[in-house]
């Protein structure tokens, strides 16, 4: 057995806005991918994915059925026989590790299930977020259910706000372009719950609230119109402002090892550099209007474009 792929994901643009309804847009990363596999051979690595998903199963016992329901008959039969997730996607660095799993176990046991070839109204799409939102949970305490649903839809995803989200078309890519969105690697992993338990203490600050308000959210919804407009100028106005307020107010999900390099990019202009998920580690998102210079820029580091302008 061997089931169909599932991609890892960027939020380009949205993260921690989205918990308070800012705009955001995740796309697909075909670069990375997992899918349910079974095996006679066990790796360490199987063995372990296996009890993970003994673990989940547990969680998706308690979701109401209401909601969603499962064949839990061929799935702990599976499990038993060893299955596990095969996955590429590498483990706390921003890129939908957690939902690219999601979507696997949906697609093969979720009973009438949504599927990607029906016409995907909103309340559709709001309801795989939400039946996302509680079977990710067990890996994060509290989930958008964003990562798995575009896992599972494999298209460009456009969150207007909590109960407004559509599929998406982005601007085609440029191949000759010298701008680009481009991955960071910072050579460590981060933990999503963590992180968004320290958003969470700050939200209790009002003058946080209000910065996330007034700036952070504003220039987010910019950055996400401006992308989809293909209007680059503006869009690197608007990174720019969005990378200097990370680095002022969400300095701890930033690895303290890439402060001055995140600063440098504004300084110099050379790149911005933003989130790519929660922080804390894994991959830093990099926007350039010349590609070349960030990678002068940047030699020391691991790079991977995303997308061309």
Same mark, same amino acid.
């Given at each position: 057995m061997k089931g169909p792929l599932f991609y890892?994901?960027? &939020? @380009?643009?949205?993260?921690?806005?989205?918990?308070?309804?800012? %705009?955001?847009?995740s796309i697909p990363y075909n670069f990375y991918n997992g899918a349910l596999k079974m095996t006679d051979t066990t790796t360490d690595e199987a063995r372990h994915s296996n009890t993970r998903l003994r673990e989940f199963v547990d969680h998706l016992r308690t979701i109401d059925t209401d909601l969603v329901q499962f064949d839990f008959v061929s799935l702990q039969k599976h499990i038993d026989?060893?299955?596990?997730?095969?996955?590429?996607i590498p483990q706390g660095y921003g890129v939908?590790?957690?939902?690219? @799993?999601?979507?696997?176990?949906?697609?093969?046991?979720?009973? $009438?299930?949504?599927?990607v070839l029906e016409n995907?109204?909103?309340? %559709?799409? &709001?309801? &795989?977020? @939400?039946?996302?939102s509680e079977m990710e949970s067990f890996f994060h305490g509290k989930s958008s259910g964003l990562d798995p649903l575009n896992s599972y839809l494999s298209i460009p995803i456009l969150i207007n706000s909590k109960d407004n989200i559509e599929a998406t078309g982005i601007p085609a890519q440029q191949s000759s372009g010298k701008g680009a969105v481009f991955l960071l690697d910072s050579g460590m992993t981060g933990e999503t719950a963590p992180m968004v338990s320290i958003f969470m203490e700050n939200m209790k600050q009002e003058g946080f609230r209000k910065m996330l308000k007034d700036q952070f959210i504003k220039h987010t919804d910019a950055c996400v119109d401006d992308f989809l407009k293909g209007d680059i100028k503006s869009l690197f106005a608007n990174t720019k402002q969005l990378s200097?307020?990370?680095?002022? !107010?969400?300095?701890?999900?930033?690895? %303290?090892?890439? !402060?001055? &390099?995140?600063? %440098?990019?504004?300084?110099? $202009?050379?790149?911005?550099?933003?989130l790519c998920g929660s922080g804390g580690g894994g991959y830093i998102l990099g926007f350039t209007e010349d590609f070349d210079r960030a990678k002068a820029s940047l030699s020391d580091y691991k790079l991977e474009v995303v997308y061309n302008f």
């Open positions: 890892s994901k960027i &939020l @380009l643009f949205g993260e921690y806005g989205i918990i308070k309804d800012s %705009k955001g847009l026989a060893g299955m596990y997730f095969d996955s590429s939908g590790s957690s939902g690219a @799993l999601v979507a696997a176990v949906y697609d093969k046991y979720a009973q $009438n299930k949504i599927t995907l109204t909103r309340d %559709k799409l &709001l309801k &795989l977020k @939400l039946i996302f200097k307020i990370v680095l002022n !107010h969400f300095k701890p999900m930033i690895p %303290k090892q890439f !402060h001055e &390099l995140w600063k %440098k990019g504004i300084d110099t $202009n050379d790149y911005y550099l933003k």
